[in-house]
DNA sequence: ACAATTATTTCCGCGGCAGAAGTAATAATT
DNA sequence: AATTATTACTTCTGCCGCGGAAATAATTGT
């Protein structure tokens, strides 16, 4: 990959370990790195000194604690050092943030797209990366996510919601606009970005539950997403969840689709009351009591519970992320959800950690973002 | 711990390594080896050298594959080199064997537990370590395996079967028997002993699931094990598969424990047809058709295919391995298995990969050994 | 002020790595 | 039957980069 060339730490393989440290886990002190990376003292001052020099690092104020000893002088990366292009692919639209080292959101900007034709999306994923290098000339790479199926080359094998299969994107891109690309399933990039950035920072087992057009799923075991040949499809996504509940597109009774997607409660909600609402409304008139809706809202909410006690069974994480646009359902139905938590999950285990992130339209641009960083610091694909 | 002071490889810490990746993958040659742990081939010839010295690998015969080049010398261990002791302890008895360090199975008794006394049962270890050291007096280190929850210390934090609650065992055990001892809750233990001899050799995720007296799930991930505090209270044991199946004792309706474990396939066959039945001859009724029988083994096996179905939906291992006592409920209630999980797998995902072990009484003790092969290879605990 | 503690820097020695060159043993090609 | 290409392994050299010791720095506690 060309993205590999441009390595973003001269010197010794440790020291790329060394900055990599400070990103996930700083502001640190030199010698808390020694302690996780088992080095020596001497080398953390060998290493991380040339980094400061190249700009990459900072000393940050001092820090007592209040123990005795001198006080440390941690260390924390200049977020603003780099910057990065994340972009979200959908069938109807694309959505693209200038973002730092530390994917914070600098700038977004979002096109409805003219086609759905391989060609013109590339035409217009060039044009907005044109647009964001305006704002940021010194991009180091971009990301894009979209939902299905990606190989390693970045060529998309199939996405169901492009109608697209075996579509070399990366490829199409890096010859239109000369910048490092990567392309990523976007729940995989949502679950990168909450596991460096996020919710999941620090933690080495979380999993990722987003809801919006469709119901998706990550998990990171041992620091490191897991996955295979199948993600990207949406595993869970067609998972029964109420042997009562409606049907899917696909013919499944009662799956996560049909239960737990925007579309499946705005339909279910509309045809309940006779007429048509939003997911906003149907979520307000669950709130204020109307009983179609809250009933709907609830055996969504009792059906998310009962797929986060299956995952907290099955995975043993130490926290599960909501996210999405959906994620408001969990606010919603909190008490449906924690119902079909406790009807699947053994009294004895200890309670599962739920976070919910903000829900907005820009994570999942932030996402893949942290799939160029990811690809930049790490020197290779995730 | 004393077992880390007797390391097996002298000299550099990638001698370790090399030796580690020749006992899991072996025979290989040195080439691989070099390429897998992306050393040179001079230090390859280095570091493999003092270890054929010291006889801990051999070279076995030369290797033609028909490709063109000089031909590799596979290095592979000398599995007799070391001697280690697994032992199995239930509330009834008390089961150990003796391996080497490949984890094959050399020698094994039994004897029926006295009391279920911490210090009878310490007693009892002990005598059978005796009588152990007898056909193996090099023996290197003892693993012992139980059902329960177990502290890093080798303290058991609580065991049902054995009415205990913290039991400091390594400790009670190596005051008397002064041998470098491990205590491990058994289901892990037994995935261990799939991953690095069993069915899950070389594979870098997968599940096990055990039948037995219990329900026993192991998870792998990343080629290490995925375990939290809760491990051993056998989460997926009170997993409601069923919603109209029978109450098991804690009173869930339906879950693993009521439908999979022996015992729920021996009363309710037993209670069906009005006679005591053995777990044995229950297969063989349902195997020779008998309509009660047939039933509940097929519910059995649908509900089995089912939690298959969700470890596979959200674990994304590449096999599933089958074992414990009562793994034959597998092949007698094979086509309700498939039934269960096609019932919650999407049909676009891969087929999942199921194998079986042979689910003999001695895998447990053998599980256990594996955990102090480990400990004695890795310098550590799992 | 002095001891104790912790963080960081400076510097030396050397273990252990890569890389180059050489040797060995095969298959494919002529 | 040579010759060439390929792969495996060994030997040797240079030097990178680590640990460890000692010095320096900056605190808290007494």
Redesign the interface.
Known sequence: MTIESATWTAGPAAARDVALEVLLHGPISRSEIARRLKLSAGSLTRLSTPLIEDGLLVETGEYQDGRAGRPSRPLDIKPDSRHFLGMKLTGESLQGVVTDLRATVLHSISQALPSRAPDDVADAIAALVSELLEVAPDATALGIGLGGRIAEDGTVRSAPFLDWADVPLRHMVESRCNLPTVVQNDVIAFTEAEHWFGAGRGLE?FAVVTLGAGAG?G?V??D?I??????G????????LD?LGPLCPAGHRGCAHSVLTQSAIVSAVSSGIGREVDYAEAMSLAEAGDPVARRVVDDAGLGLGRLLA??A????P?RIVLGGEGVQLFDVAADAVHAGIR??R?P???DIDLVTTPGDDLEWCRGAAVIAIQTYVLGTAV
């Not at 897991?226 to 993600?231: C, E, I, P, W, Y």
């Not at 499809?233 to 029964?240: D, K, N, Q, S, Y």
């Not at 069974?313 to 043993?316: E, G, R």
């Open positions: 087992r799923y998990l075991e041992h490191a897991v996955s295979n040949d199948d993600a499809i949406g595993l869970v996504g067609h998972w029964p042997p299956a995952i069974n099955l995975t043993m130490q009807r699947d053994d004895r285990a200890a």
